[in-house]
């Protein structure tokens, strides 16, 4: 497990597109192509903003028609409601570049059955991975981020989607909103070749420190549950949510 601490939340948006630069180049090189599944907050929002707007930086340097966009996790919400992932990513990044329409892959959150929403993505992920039946699909990179109650994409807290082992994408039933949330399962994003969390925030410290921590791994904390089991895990951090973790 790599762990790196920044100044601010700025400084962490900036580490995560550096580290989105490096790896698509390398899965470009490799493979012609790379894929990644986004998440949803306040942090990435900063990241995606940098991948599309720092034209030398990043933009003219990121080959867009070979990377593939998914979502990690949606609300049930139509795509224009203030809440939707997909719009936040689509306002921060895809229109304002070069990508393709059909690389970016987004959860049809606006069906009112929230399990067939997840059904359909499923198969996206099906098609677009050419998976057979038991396969997994192995993500280049999956974002996360952390709650302050520890859950990560739509993994939430004593919610039935950690206990799902079969299925890609599932509905999962989030009592404290009495909403259905959309999230990739856990055998999936474990799958990843890069699992990275960004985390900012004092309000995560205490959370993080006890996910960290790593003596009970339960589901008490969802983010803990988090171990690719063929790839590497990666926390960019900045020093509020990091409190004391750089003196011990
Ligand atoms: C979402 C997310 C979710 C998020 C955390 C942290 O859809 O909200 O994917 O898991 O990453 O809630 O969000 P912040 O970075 O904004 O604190």
Redesign the pocket.
Known sequence: MNIRISKNADEVSRAAADEFLRLAGEAIRADGAFSVAL??????KRLYELLANERDVYREKLPWDKIQFFF????HVSPDHADS?FRMANEAMFAKSPVPEENVHRVRAELSDASEAADEYEQTLRNVFHLADAELPRFNLVL????ADG????LFPGTPALNERERLFVANPVAKFNADRLTLTLPVINNAAVCLF????SD?TETLRRVLDDEAQDATFPSQLIRPMNGELTWLIDEAAAGDLQKR
């Open positions: 998440s949803g907050g306040s942090t990435p990690g996790d949606e609300r992932n996360l981020g952390m709650g859950h990560t994409a739509s960004l985390v900012a925030g995560k």
